[in-house]
């Protein structure tokens, strides 16, 4: 069973840069695939960026791609997500998830879910 400990989400400016962290605990993290996805309020859940369990295989969503960097850390056990050039339409609840095996952009994929961190980018 692993858990999941998103931290970072804040209110920032548009234009500003942040980094979400998501510390992982009870399974061998480098066995697991992760991914960050966002919810918007009133939207649906939406995906963000995924890598494979070495971070060699990285995939973004179209707008946030270029902005948005994913990456992990297995002896730390951390996967970050390095957000830069934020603009307001970027406002939500970030969560991180794994799974074992291929990365996917379907949250329904994933096993293992984080509770979330608030992000809010004021224009």
């Known amino acids: 069973q692993v858990q999941l400990v998103e931290s970072g989400g804040q209110l920032v400016q548009a234009g500003d840069s942040l980094r979400l962290s998501c510390v992982a605990s009870?399974?061998?993290?480098?066995?697991?695939?992760v991914g960050w996805f966002r919810q918007a309020p009133g939207k649906e859940r939406e995906f963000v960026a995924n890598s494979n369990w070495n971070g060699a295989s990285t995939y973004y969503t179209d707008s946030v791609q270029g902005r948005f960097t994913i990456s992990r850390d297995n002896v730390k056990n951390t996967v970050y997500l390095q957000m830069n050039s934020l603009k307001p339409e970027d406002t939500a609840v970030y969560s991180c998830?794994?799974?074992?095996?291929?990365?996917?952009?379907?949250?329904?994929?994933?096993?293992?879910w984080g509770q979330g961190t608030q992000v809010t980018v004021s224009s």
């Open positions: 998830a794994a799974k074992r095996g291929r990365p996917e952009v379907y949250g329904n994929s994933y096993d293992y």
């Open positions: 009870g399974g061998t993290f480098s066995h697991y695939a």
